[in-house]
């Protein structure tokens, strides 16, 4: 059975493997939506589109 937590372990692998932005991955999770200096882009957040964008490449049933 999966609980949040695993599943939150388990978006951030998917992530990696199509090589998602960590930007994204993070806005796309509610981490940093409007902090995000992790990758040096303070203050900056992807666009509702270039999340979705990323979210149409993920497979979850081939992962």
């Known amino acids: 059975m999966w609980d949040a937590h695993s599943s939150r372990h388990y978006w951030r692998y998917l992530a990696s493997e199509i090589e998602m ?4 991955s993070r806005s796309i999770q509610g981490h940093s939506l409007w902090k995000d200096d992790h990758d040096g882009t303070y203050g900056s957040t992807p666009s509702l589109k270039k999340r979705y964008e990323w979210l149409c490449k993920i497979d979850p049933m081939k992962a």
Do not use: N
Not at 21 to 24: E, K, L, M, Q
């Open 21 to 24: 932005p960590g930007s994204v």
